[in-house]
């Protein structure tokens, strides 16, 4: 398809521009900023029609565009938005949290490498920003409770929060669209990225540790630790058992269903509707409570952006770019590699990944 660039070309790219430009200054609500967005393209495309590459009897209008987001990406994040909010309101992670206190039995080296170990396994079943909403409320408490600075505890989740979802398929959303579009399973990732994680983690350990030495030295030194929370029955925690029970049942559907599913050719995003429905039933909570836990405005930011990118794209303007490039890398085919690495990178560090 020979892509003539017009004034609807131009236009929907300088919005996504813009869009990428005011992320940066976070100036404006994200989600707020991407529905705009949005919602100029859609202007734009009525304005401005083009021909539908698919019908070129037809324009190309917001409907076209609508339809041919990759709405099972945006339907695996809300399940697993559901299956986190479910989870949280059973006390599962609070439990989890108690049991490491009592494990470690509050030593400070010690129960900074449990959550540490902690953010790792949960980080690596839900994104960052799950991670992270989940664990830092608990940690918080926890030290309020062993009279001890919080902070350590929250930077070392943070970094490995970050690394922790690199090779699962369901750890961020970049990752599930890298798997949706490159047909890559759940065990290809794990197999191929999971070493790397690995070194990650034993690399940061002393890193962290050695970061933060004087603070824990200084806790294990005025250390005078409230027996009660060793006292404490970790049950104490669990909100509903019913829903307690579920949710762990739910959580070991959701990692059957991503390792041994493939074969059975039964994507991520199936697994995680079969495994959010499970709880949906089983729970016998009221599902308006759960719904209102749910991450609705990263929801809808996702939206707004993939409108706005896959009318770039239905426009021809990423084949166009990618035509320009091929002569330049043509001759050099690790430097295509290079590029993106160097692209992505530099881009990572203004805007959300």
Sequence with gaps: M???????????????VIVLAILVTEKIDKTALALIGATSVAIVLFLFPQPDPADTTAHLTITTVIQNVPWPTIMFIFSMMMIVAMSAR??????????????????????????????????????????????????????????????????????????????SLIGSVPNIVIGNEAKINFLE??????????????????????????ILREQQEASDIDMRIFLLDANVVIKQEQTFRVAILGL??????????????????????????????????SIGETLKEVQWGTI????????IVQAIEDLGIIELAATLLKP??????????????????????????
Excluded: C
């Design 252 to 285: 070991v559907i959701l990692v059957l269903g991503f390792t041994i599913g493939q074969a059975f050719n039964m994507g991520p995003v199936l697994t995680a509707m079969i495994a959010m429905t499970f709880l949906i039933i089983e729970t016998r909570e």
């Design 328 to 353: 330049v890398i043509a001759g050099f085919p690790s430097l295509s590699g290079l590029l993106m690495v160097i692209i992505a990178g530099a881009s990572s560090g203004v805007v959300d990944n």
């Design 189 to 214: 990732f794990l197999i191929i990225l999971g070493p790397l994680t690995l070194i990650f983690l034993v690399t940061s350990i002393p890193v962290l540790f050695y970061f933060h030495k004087d």
């Design 90 to 167: 059973s006390g599962l992670f609070q439990w989890l949290a108690v049991v490491a206190i009592q494990i470690t039995k509050g030593h400070p080296r010690t129960l900074y490498f449990a959550f540490i170990i902690l953010t790792f396994a949960v980080s690596f079943f839900f994104d960052t920003v799950t991670t992270m909403l989940i664990l830092a409320p608990l940690t918080i408490e926890i030290m309020k409770v062993l009279n001890r600075d919080f902070r350590p505890y929250l930077i070392a989740e943070a970094i490995v929060a970050n690394f922790g979802s690199i090779p």
């Design 2 to 16: 020979v892509v003539q660039i017009g004034i609807t070309h131009i236009l929907v790219l300088l919005i996504f």
């Design 300 to 307: 809808f930011f996702i939206i707004g952006l993939l409108i």
